[in-house]
């Protein structure tokens, strides 16, 4: 996290690597608005609730709000997802781009600190629920 930061009950710190952009991590820092990343924090109680919002993903799709955790007083959560983004929704352009997501929560607790929630919804971004697995080699014997 960038030093000093701003006050601020909720504080976002974006890093954007693209690939229009060569791939140079390129930083915002700002206060509030969570909602242009993709998640909403609503308040309950001393608790803060964290959903993650649709975006408008050519892969994979999700139509409603996800709920996926509740971050207490001094606690940590991190949440993980993979996406392809469409470029045009015109059927003539199937170019697209990928984004990966890591955000980490703290609520009056350093980040650094191992995630007392973990949400990971990454997938395999071209059809299909599960990651591919590497192939095991096989020594050859003569």
Same mark, same amino acid.
């Given at each position: 996290?960038?030093?000093?930061?701003?006050?601020?009950?909720?504080?976002?710190?974006?890093?954007?690597?693209?690939?229009?952009?060569?791939?140079?991590?390129?930083?915002?820092?700002?206060?509030?608005?969570?909602?242009?990343?993709?998640?909403?924090?609503? !308040?309950?109680?001393?608790? +803060?609730?964290? #959903?993650?919002?649709? *975006?408008?993903? @050519?892969?994979? /799709?999700?139509? =409603?709000?996800?709920?996926?955790?509740?971050?207490?007083?001094?606690?940590?959560?991190?949440?993980?997802?993979?996406?392809?983004?469409?470029?045009?929704?015109? !059927?003539?352009?199937?170019? +697209?781009?990928? #984004?990966?997501?890591? *955000?980490?929560? @703290?609520?009056? /607790?350093?980040? =650094?600190?191992?995630?007392?929630?973990?949400?990971?919804?990454?997938?395999?971004?071209?059809?299909?629920?599960?990651?591919?697995?590497?192939?095991?080699?096989?020594?050859?014997?003569?």
């Amino acid at each position: 996290m960038p030093s000093p930061l701003p006050d601020g009950e909720v504080i976002v710190h974006e890093v954007l690597a693209a690939e229009t952009l060569g791939y140079q991590p390129r930083a915002e820092v700002w206060t509030g608005d969570t909602e242009r990343i993709g998640l909403r924090l609503t !308040p309950e109680g001393t608790a +803060w609730r964290v #959903e993650r919002l649709p *975006v408008i993903a @050519g892969y994979p /799709r999700h139509e =409603s709000p996800n709920r996926l955790f509740v971050v207490r007083q001094g606690e940590t959560a991190r949440y993980r997802a993979n996406f392809r983004f469409l470029h045009t929704t015109c !059927p003539c352009d199937p170019s +697209w781009y990928y #984004e990966s997501w890591t *955000v980490h929560i @703290g609520h009056g /607790r350093d980040l =650094s600190a191992a995630p007392d929630h973990d949400v990971d919804h990454r997938t395999h971004l071209y059809g299909g629920s599960t990651r591919p697995r590497r192939a095991r080699l096989r020594s050859a014997r003569h």
